[in-house]
């Protein structure tokens, strides 16, 4: 286990290195810059002070390893459309609203999906399992953002119960949050359904049946147990990619999250901070799937995860 955390942390930090050459190259292959005419009408003069200013007249290595090594330090740099701050303090102050209204969301819809699924599968066939089959497909394959204008449609047109955007106030996190738990509910049915009927038409079900064990202690002591393997390596990785802000909830919503500086970022070509936004990802996808993978060995002993037994 132990070799195995060792390579995957260095896994880690080479996907880590690879991520920000390329998104360093895609960022500087795109045309014109940040300071172009057309965006910022200033002089040639002002416009290669203010180049020289951020270091954007250096070669293009130079400005990479540059970058890295403020990152290294935990410096990742000003961003140009916010100067005022550090992408640092940026990204702690946009992050909030994306981790709590993602976050919460996540916390609702996966166990309402696990329960969704279970139902299904010890229901086979049954009106419950074609409900619950089509709640999850509904949730899978209905775009969010669609799912964003019937919430606002419904409740905040027509009842009049809730506000349609915002972020301050707690009652304005309502909507966001039911909208970001549609996913993890769609999925977690799907994966729970899937998972759980395997487990179900396994011969040691059979045998814990032929011993006497109630159905109840075989489906949540055993089936559960081992039907969570599929179910553990969605949910981190689920949870970073909602936690980390929806475009296009948090513009429905108008939440000031990360998701409308990772459309400011590319508008105005923000490199410093379009290239934290994508370390940060990056990064945080490693990690999840990293625990994951721990939590699969410990769920299952018999995994060890590549080692040579």
């Known amino acids: ?25 895609m960022m500087h292959s795109v045309p014109g810059g940040p300071f172009d005419a ?25 400005q990479y390893f540059n970058y890295m090594w403020g990152v290294l330090h935990f410096d990742f740099g000003v961003p140009f459309q916010s100067p005022g701050e550090t992408v640092v303090q940026l990204i702690s102050r946009a992050w909030i609203p994306s981790l709590v209204l993602g976050g919460t969301g996540v916390l609702i819809g996966a166990p309402l999906g696990i329960l969704l699924g279970m139902a299904a599968a010890l229901n086979r066939n049954t009106w419950i399992d074609y409900l619950a089959s ?19 449609l419904i409740f905040a047109v027509w009842l009049n119960w809730l506000p349609a955007s915002g972020w301050p106030q707690p009652n304005r996190w309502i909507l966001p949050i039911a909208c970001y738990a549609a996913i993890p509910l ?30 109840r202690r075989i489906v949540f002591q055993h089936v559960m147990r081992n039907s969570a393997i599929p179910l553990v390596t969605v949910f981190l990785p689920m949870f970073i990619g909602t936690a980390t802000g929806s ?26 901070l379009q290239m934290a ?10 990690l999840a799937y990293l625990l994951s993978d721990i939590a699969y060995a410990l769920l299952n002993p018999r995994i060890r995860l590549g080692d040579s037994e």
């Open 38 to 62: 057309n965006d910022m009408p200033v002089s040639a003069a002002v416009r290669e002070k203010m180049m020289a200013q951020w270091g954007l007249d250096q070669p293009l290595h130079i």
């Open 1 to 25: 286990m132990f070799a195995h955390i060792i390579r995957r942390v260095l896994s880690v930090a080479f996907t880590f290195i690879v991520v920000s050459v390329i998104i360093f190259l």
């Open 186 to 215: 769609a999925t977690y049915a799907r994966y729970t359904r899937s998972a759980v009927l395997d487990t179900l038409n396994r011969p040691f079900v059979n045998v814990l049946r032929a011993k006497g064990l109630s159905e």
């Open 247 to 272: 475009i296009f909830v948090e513009a429905m919503f108008r939440v000031p999250g990360l998701g409308a500086y990772f459309v400011s970022s590319i508008e105005v070509r923000d490199y410093t």
């Open 277 to 286: 936004l994508m370390l940060l990802i990056t990064f945080m996808y490693c």
């Open 134 to 152: 089509t709640v999850a497909t509904l949730g899978l394959t209905i775009p969010v953002f669609v799912t964003s204008m019937l919430l606002i």
